[in-house]
């Protein structure tokens, strides 16, 4: 305990040695958060309590396993025991161990967003939804996890957010019950279903609640401002006899209100569980002081907040800067410049990243960047598990383990040739109701031509079925078997190969098939994670163009923000609404504080909003109001460069 206390401040560790009781830590940003849950998860096992009595909740499975490595280097691999892993996670455990109790008593398949997509197109499709300015599948999906993660019904998200598809409101909801009930039919569970299904499972279920919540002492939970609706709940019901959660968070950096994250959550918490205390952590390890006494500055014209004043022992550095240049272009130009200037002086490209409010803002820089030759990776597209090659080999996995899994064997029929959707969906009936799973499709009837069209399927299945392989060996009788499709459906099948080659990598870790594919469902190995970004390899000595919400949680030398314009940053849609118009500046808070050394926000002078059929002149309010000696106002634009962006 000695040695743990001189790697810690003083907040840190009164965080660590909290005896018991309700705790939450409000922790500004670089100001330690994982060092201090880390302490405590140690010091706890230290102690003597048993480390499967401590549930240690997190948003990746990589900040769980980084954290509880930590706690084992400082203490041993008693810590390696401790019960750690994402909310998802955790609920699909529970409800694979208790899924009984709640009618699950056939296996459940977990679906992604993607397939969640999908399945709602199907439903789309066959309620004759009017094609005109109806929501796309990608909309509706959007819509039918807002209302579950918020706890509000169709007709109140559509009235809030989505005002101009009011008038198919009834069309929707329609969608959203057929949605509910195909899962049920299938057995699906989507991602919020997980979370939903836990929460009923503990409300429902006292005696079981009581179990659970008893063999979980401790529990400790990252980035709390991100918690939902729902997650709330189940913390709340497994915690409230023992009180003895702890809950590590940053108001000031509660931004995923669209995803569903309720701000209300970190601000309520003292109110939810009395006698709660209290620590801020301010001390911050990232950032010179310059850059901390603007971000202080910026948040603290929050309407609600917990205050706080972040501080560091490095208190030379350079003031932020606000830079107005003559347009968009110029804008884009003068980065271009800086950015030559920063690597003259030995900033590497990769330290140095360009953060936006949205993907368009950054179009512009864009076509600059690749004009001058500079190396960039922009965080978006399609993630991994999300590109139809890597679905397309785990869709003939998939339903080995849950044979009532349509949408898969839907997927695999149609890659066959000669085989559409019609052909699919009556060899599909044919091979779910025998029952029989996989080997349906090998003993139920077909004409002569199906049979001959599905014979390699069949193969492959009598393979799979009868050789007892490993997890590994099947993905490699389904590549066998799916390349010569890949050749035929993809022109850059090379590289989609390489892909699935890193899946069989991935694979070989595993012993059990359920496991791997609930892995790959709950935790995917995407290119770009959610909470981070992880570079594509090759891509690590690129300059970064990121949104502030992929940024979140990264650190850079030099960070530009560009379009800090009102009607830009903050959004226009924004401005008139005041909790919205909050989440906004406390965007502009994250971005700010992902700086170490250099912070410089741009905007041009003028710009046309064409939806808005106004001119946008002002500078972002959030900057407007800063104090002069906080930052430096610097006009790039000569009074004959002004024009406005038409």
């Known amino acids: 305990m000695d040695a743990y206390r001189r790697q810690l401040n003083d907040a840190q560790w009164e965080a660590v040695i909290h005896d018991g009781g309700p705790l939450l830590v409000i922790a500004g940003a670089g100001t330690g958060k994982t060092r201090t849950l880390t302490y405590r998860v140690a010091r706890l096992v230290l102690e003597g309590v048993e480390p499967r009595a401590i549930l240690l909740l997190t948003f990746t499975r990589k900040a769980s396993r980084e954290m509880l490595r930590r706690a084992s280097a400082l203490l041993d691999e008693r810590c390696a025991a401790v019960s750690g892993g994402t909310f998802h996670a955790f609920a699909h455990s529970m409800l694979r161990r208790y899924g009984g109790r709640m009618g699950f008593d056939r296996p459940f398949t977990i679906i992604d967003r993607a397939d969640a997509e999908s399945l709602v197109g199907q439903i789309r499709k066959e309620t004759n939804a009017p094609v ?5 599948k990608r909309t509706l999906a959007d819509i039918f996890s807002q ?10 998200i559509v009235t809030d957010a989505y005002g101009h598809l009011a008038p198919f409101l009834d069309a929707i909801a329609d969608i959203a019950r057929r949605y509910r009930e195909r899962k049920k039919l299938h057995r699906f569970l989507d991602y919020d279903d997980l979370l939903l299904e836990l929460r009923n499972l503990l409300q429902d279920d006292p005696d079981l609640c ?17 918690t939902n609706r729902i997650q709330a709940e189940i913390l709340y019901l497994l915690a409230h006899r023992h009180r003895n959660l702890m809950v590590v968070g940053d108001d000031s950096q509660s931004i995923y209100s669209f995803r569903g994250a309720n701000f209300r959550n970190i601000m309520s918490f003292p109110e939810v569980f009395a006698g709660t205390r209290v620590i801020r952590l301010e001390e911050n390890y990232r950032s010179v002081q310059p850059v901390l006494s603007l971000t202080n500055a910026l948040i603290a014209q929050a309407r609600e907040k917990y205050p706080k004043h972040l501080f560091t022992r490095r208190p030379d550095g350079v003031r932020p800067r606000l830079v107005r240049t003559a347009s968009e272009n110029a804008q884009s130009r003068w980065i271009i410049d800086e950015i030559r200037s920063l690597l003259r002086q030995g900033v590497e490209l990769e330290e140095i990243a360009v953060l936006f409010r949205a993907g368009y803002h950054a179009f512009d820089l864009e076509i600059e960047l690749a004009r001058e030759g500079i190396d960039f ?21 998939r339903v080995l383990a849950n044979p009532d899994d349509r949408l898969c064997w839907h997927r695999i029929l149609q890659l066959l040739d000669k085989v559409g959707p019609k052909t699919a969906q009556s060899i599909c009936d044919a091979i ?5 799973g996989a080997a349906g499709l090998l003993d139920a009837p077909f004409s002569p031509r199906v049979t001959a069209v599905l014979e390699p399927l069949r193969t492959l299945f009598r393979r799979l079925t009868t050789d007892g392989l490993g997890v590994a060996q099947m993905g490699e009788a389904v590549l066998a078997y799916y390349l010569p499709l890949l050749k035929n459906l993809h022109e850059d099948h090379p590289r989609r190969a390489r892909d699935l080659e890193q899946l069989l990598e991935i694979m070989a870790r595993y012993e059990r098939l359920e496991i791997f594919l609930a892995d790959m469902a709950l935790e995917p190995p995407d290119q770009l994670a959610e909470n981070g970004l992880h570079l594509p390899r090759g891509d690590e000595r690129r300059l970064v163009l990121s949104t502030v919400h992929s940024a979140k949680g990264l650190e850079w030398h030099t960070v530009f923000v560009i379009w800090a314009m009102d009607g830009r940053f903050p959004s226009l849609r924004a401005i008139d609404k005041p909790d919205d118009l909050d989440e906004e500046r406390r965007l502009m808070y994250v971005a700010a504080t992902r700086a170490r050394e250099n912070l410089i926000f741009t905007c041009p002078m003028q710009a046309y909003d064409r939806a808005a059929e106004m001119v946008l002149d002002r500078p972002s309010r959030f900057l407007e109001d800063i104090d002069a000696d906080l930052i430096e106002s610097i006009d790039e634009a000569p009074d004959t460069a002004w024009r406005i962006d038409w």
């Open 210 to 226: 009581r179990r659970i919540a008893e063999s979980y002492r401790h529990v400790m939970v990252d980035e709390y401002q991100d």
């Open 132 to 136: 005109r300015a109806f929501p796309s």
């Open 432 to 436: 779910i109701d025998t029952r029989a």
């Open 377 to 397: 990776v922009k965080v978006g597209g399609f993630k991994f598990m999300e590109s139809a090659h890597i679905k397309d080999l785990l869709a003939h996995l």
């Open 147 to 156: 209302a579950v993660n918020k706890g509000l019904t169709i007709e109140d």
